[in-house]
C-alpha cells in the first residue's frame, strides 16, 4: 500500500513535469529557442492562483483567469522579445531568458514579497480516499493527475489529428520547408509560444495547494524539465511523456529509499542515458 | 583587431592603475577590487570555452564552487592550511570533475550542451545542499585563511587585504598571459577552427572531442583557481556558490565584456560587478536598491537586444578612431 502512494505521487509529480516539458521542447522544436523564463511562467501560474483565488474567493474562478492571464503574457513576450531571437545564437537566447528570470523573480518578490504562500485545496475535492486504516490518499492528487491525463490526451490528438497539429509536427521537423509551403510561422510561434506558457502557468497553478507558493519555484522545477527534455530528446512530445513519467518515478522513489541523494537520482539517469543515447530516448539522428 | 597598440596601451595602462589602486587605501574598495578580479578569472576561464571554442556552458560555477568546496573541506579547523598545498589540490579537484562531466557533455553540442552543463552542475549544487559533506544548506567556514611560506619565512600574508590583492592581482594577470599564448598556440588554433567549423576540423583529421575535452578540463581547472580564492577571501562556503545563479551572472560577464577576447571577460567581470555595486547602492536608489536585479535583468535584456557583442568592442572603435585621427595626422 505505502508503495502504491509512492506510486501515485510519482506519477503525478511525473506528469504535472510533463505539463510543462511539453511547452519547452516544443518551443525548442519548433522555434529552436532555448526558454530558461520557463519555469518563471510555473512560478507566474503559483502565483497568479494564489493571487486570483484570494480576490474572487474561487480556486474555478482563478483557473481560467490566470490560464488568460498567462496566455496574454505569452503573447507579448513572443512579440515583444522573443520573436526577435528565432535568428539568433543559442547564447543570447540563453541570456536574454536569463534576465527574464531575474525580472519575474524581482516583480514578485516586489508585489508578493518573499513569503512563502499557501493555497487552499478547493472544498470539493478537499478530502482523502482511506487505503488502509493508517493510510489514505488526498482526492486533490487523483485530481491533479486526472488533469493532466485529459490534457497530454487533448495535446495527442491536437498534435496528431489536427490541421494545426500538423502545422507544428511540421515546423518541428523543418521549419524552412514548412514556411515555404506556405504556413504561417510568425503566427505559428506566438500560439505555441502563448500556448506553452499557458501550459506552464496551468501547471504552477493546479500545484500550488499541494506545494505551497514560494520565491525560486520556478528555477528548481526548470531544471528537471531540462533534464526531462534531454532524457526525451528535444522537440518529442513522445520522449517528454516517457522521461517525465520516468523522472517523476526516479525522484519520488529516491526519496523513500534515498532521501539525501534523491535528487541526484535524476542526474544519475541523466547521465546513464547520454552515454547511451546522446540524443535522447526517442530522437533518431 | 583594427590597431592592436592602442588596444594594448589602454590595457596596460589598466593594469598599471589596478597595481596602483590599492593606495587609495580604503579597505573596502581594496576587497572589492580583489573581488572582480577574482571573478575576472573565473569569466576568462569561461571565455576559454563559450568565446574561443563554441561551448555554452551554462554550469561552470560547478568547477568554482568545487575548489572553494575543496579549501574549506581541507583546511583545518584551528590551524592555516599550506597553500601550496590546498591550491593545487583544489585545482585538481575541479579538473577532475570538469574531466568526468565533460566526458559526458562534449558529446552533445548546441542546445543539448546548455541544458547537460546546467544539469550536472545542480548535481553538485544538490550534492552540497542536501547531504551533510559540506554543511548542508549553511555552508562552512574557513576560519584561517591558507598560509603561503617558503622554507620558514612568509612572502605573502593572505589575511591583510592588501597583500591579497596583489596575489589576486598577479594570478590575473598571468592567467590571462597564459591564455592569450594559448590562444595562439596549435591548440588555441584547434579550438578556434572547432569553433569555426567542427565538421571541417574532424574531416581534416583533428581529434575533436579530445581538444574540446581538454578545452572543458582547462576551463573548469581555471575556474577552480577562482573559486579557490573566491573561498580564500570571504572565509565561508555554502551550496549558493554553486548554483545556476553564479554560473548565469558569470557568462552574463563574458558576453558583457565581449566574447573571444580575454581582455572582453575583464572589462565584463569589472562592468558587472561595479554596476551591481551601483544598482544596488541605497544611497541612490533608496528602497528600491533591494530590488536591484529588476534593474539588472532589465539591461541583460537590453544589451542583448541592442549591444550582442559586448564592451569589448567599444575599446575597438576607440582603437579605429585613434587609428584614423593618426593616419590623418600624418596626412
Known amino acids: 500500500m505505502f508503495y502504491l502512494i509512492q506510486l501515485l505521487n510519482g506519477v503525478q509529480y511525473g506528469l504535472l513535469l510533463f505539463l510543462l516539458a511539453s511547452g519547452l521542447t516544443l518551443i525548442f522544436g519548433i522555434m529552436g529557442v532555448i526558454n530558461?523564463?520557463?519555469?518563471?511562467?510555473?512560478?507566474?501560474?503559483?502565483?497568479?492562483?494564489?493571487?486570483?483565488?484570494?480576490?474572487?474567493?474561487?480556486?474555478?474562478?482563478?483557473?481560467?483567469?490566470?490560464?488568460?492571464?498567462?496566455?496574454?503574457?505569452?503573447?507579448?513576450?513572443?512579440?515583444?522579445?522573443?520573436?526577435?531571437?528565432?535568428?539568433?545564437?543559442?547564447?543570447?537566447?540563453?541570456?536574454?531568458?536569463?534576465?527574464?528570470?531575474?525580472?519575474?523573480?524581482?516583480?514578485?518578490?516586489?508585489?508578493?514579497?518573499?513569503?512563502?504562500?499557501?493555497?487552499?485545496?478547493?472544498?470539493v475535492l478537499s478530502y482523502s480516499v482511506r487505503l488502509t486504516d493508517t493510510l489514505s490518499y488526498p482526492v486533490y492528487r487523483l485530481f491533479i493527475t486526472f488533469v493532466?491525463?485529459?490534457?497530454?490526451?487533448?495535446?495527442?490528438?491536437?498534435?496528431?489529428?489536427?490541421?494545426?497539429?500538423?502545422?507544428?509536427?511540421?515546423?518541428?521537423?523543418?521549419?524552412?520547408?514548412?514556411?515555404?509551403?506556405?504556413?504561417?510561422?510568425?503566427?505559428?510561434?506566438?500560439?505555441?509560444?502563448?500556448?506553452?506558457t499557458a501550459l506552464a502557468a496551468f501547471a504552477g497553478m493546479i500545484a500550488a495547494p499541494t506545494s505551497s507558493v514560494f520565491p525560486g519555484m520556478g528555477n528548481q522545477i526548470l531544471i528537471i524539465c531540462f533534464v526531462v527534455v534531454v532524457i526525451g530528446g528535444i522537440g518529442s512530445i513522445n520522449g517528454a511523456m516517457i522521461a517525465s513519467l520516468a523522472i517523476g518515478l526516479a525522484d519520488t522513489l529516491g526519496k523513500v529509499l534515498a532521501p539525501e541523494f534523491s535528487a541526484m537520482a535524476v542526474y544519475f539517469l541523466m547521465a546513464i542515458i547520454l552515454l547511451w543515447r546522446p540524443q535522447g530516448l526517442v530522437n533518431k539522428t | 583587431m583594427a590597431n592592436t597598440h592602442f588596444t594594448r596601451a589602454v590595457l596596460l595602462l589598466g593594469a598599471l592603475l589596478?597595481?596602483?589602486?590599492?593606495?587609495?587605501?580604503?579597505?573596502?574598495?581594496?576587497?572589492?577590487?580583489?573581488?572582480i578580479m577574482i571573478m575576472a578569472i573565473f569569466a576568462m576561464s569561461l571565455d576559454l570555452l563559450?568565446?574561443?571554442?563554441?561551448?555554452?556552458?551554462?554550469?561552470?560555477?560547478?568547477?568554482?564552487?568545487?575548489?572553494?568546496?575543496?579549501?574549506?573541506?581541507?583546511?583545518?579547523?584551528?590551524?592555516?592550511?599550506?597553500?601550496?598545498?590546498?591550491?593545487?589540490?583544489?585545482?585538481?579537484?575541479?579538473?577532475?570533475?570538469?574531466?568526468?562531466?565533460?566526458?559526458?557533455?562534449?558529446?552533445?553540442?548546441?542546445?543539448?550542451?546548455?541544458?547537460?552543463?546546467?544539469?550536472?552542475?545542480?548535481?553538485?549544487?544538490?550534492?552540497?545542499?542536501?547531504?551533510?559533506?559540506?554543511?548542508?544548506?549553511?555552508?562552512?567556514?574557513?576560519?584561517?585563511?591558507?598560509?603561503?611560506?617558503?622554507?620558514?619565512?612568509?612572502?605573502?600574508?593572505?589575511?591583510?587585504?592588501?597583500?591579497?590583492?596583489?596575489?589576486?592581482?598577479?594570478?590575473?594577470?598571468?592567467?590571462?598571459?597564459?591564455?592569450?599564448?594559448?590562444?595562439c598556440a596549435p591548440f588555441g588554433r584547434a579550438l578556434a577552427g572547432i569553433r569555426a567549423n567542427e565538421n571541417r576540423m574532424r574531416s581534416i583529421g583533428y581529434p575533436v572531442f579530445g581538444y574540446k575535452l581538454g578545452a572543458f578540463v582547462l576551463a573548469g581547472a581555471l575556474a577552480g583557481l577562482a573559486g579557490y580564492l573566491a573561498a580564500c577571501q570571504f572565509g565561508f562556503v555554502n551550496p549558493e556558490i554553486l548554483a545556476w545563479h553564479q554560473s548565469g551572472t558569470v557568462l552574463m560577464m563574458v558576453i558583457l565584456g565581449g566574447m573571444g577576447r580575454f581582455h572582453g571577460a575583464i572589462i565584463g567581470a569589472f562592468a558587472y560587478i561595479l554596476l551591481q555595486e551601483l544598482l544596488s547602492a541605497s544611497a541612490m536608489f533608496g528602497a528600491y536598491a533591494k530590488h536591484w536585479q529588476l534593474a539588472m535583468g532589465s539591461l541583460i535584456v537590453l544589451i542583448v537586444l541592442v549591444l550582442p557583442r559586448g564592451l569589448a568592442d567599444l575599446l575597438e572603435y576607440g582603437a579605429v578612431v585613434y587609428k584614423r585621427q593618426r593616419m590623418r595626422a600624418a596626412g
Open chain 2, 18 to 35: 589596478l597595481a596602483a589602486f590599492p593606495l587609495i587605501g580604503l579597505t573596502f574598495y581594496i576587497q572589492l577590487g580583489a573581488k
Open chain 1, 148 to 196: 493532466c491525463l485529459l490534457l497530454a490526451g487533448a495535446l495527442y490528438l491536437v498534435i496528431q489529428k489536427t490541421r494545426l497539429g500538423m502545422m507544428i509536427r511540421a515546423g518541428s521537423s523543418n521549419r524552412e520547408m514548412a514556411a515555404s509551403l506556405g504556413v504561417n510561422i510568425p503566427l505559428l510561434f506566438a500560439l505555441v509560444f502563448a500556448f506553452g
Open chain 2, 50 to 183: 563559450v568565446g574561443h571554442t563554441g561551448l555554452v556552458s551554462l554550469g561552470h560555477a560547478a568547477y568554482f564552487g568545487l575548489a572553494a568546496y575543496m579549501l574549506a573541506l581541507i583546511t583545518p579547523k584551528y590551524e592555516a592550511a599550506s597553500l601550496w598545498l590546498t591550491l593545487p589540490v583544489a585545482i585538481v579537484a575541479a579538473a577532475a570533475a570538469a574531466l568526468v562531466i565533460g566526458f559526458l557533455v562534449v558529446r552533445t553540442g548546441g542546445v543539448y550542451f546548455i541544458m547537460v552543463t546546467l544539469a550536472f552542475a545542480q548535481m553538485l549544487y544538490s550534492l552540497f545542499h542536501d547531504t551533510k559533506l559540506g554543511g548542508g544548506s549553511d555552508g562552512i567556514y574557513i576560519n584561517i585563511r591558507p598560509e603561503l611560506t617558503v622554507g620558514s619565512i612568509k612572502p605573502l600574508d593572505l589575511e591583510d587585504p592588501v597583500q591579497f590583492y596583489y596575489l589576486v592581482l598577479m594570478f590575473m594577470l598571468g592567467v590571462y598571459a597564459f591564455l592569450n599564448k594559448l590562444r
Open chain 1, 36 to 123: 530558461l523564463a520557463h519555469g518563471s511562467f510555473y512560478m507566474v501560474g503559483a502565483y497568479l492562483a494564489y493571487w486570483l483565488a484570494g480576490i474572487t474567493g474561487s480556486f474555478w474562478l482563478a483557473l481560467p483567469l490566470g490560464v488568460g492571464t498567462a496566455l496574454v503574457i505569452g503573447v507579448l513576450l513572443e512579440v515583444t522579445l522573443f520573436s526577435r531571437l528565432y535568428k539568433r545564437d543559442h547564447l543570447y537566447q540563453v541570456l536574454l531568458t536569463f534576465g527574464l528570470i531575474l525580472i519575474f523573480e524581482e516583480l514578485r518578490s516586489i508585489l508578493f514579497g518573499d513569503d512563502v504562500h499557501g493555497v487552499a485545496v478547493p472544498a
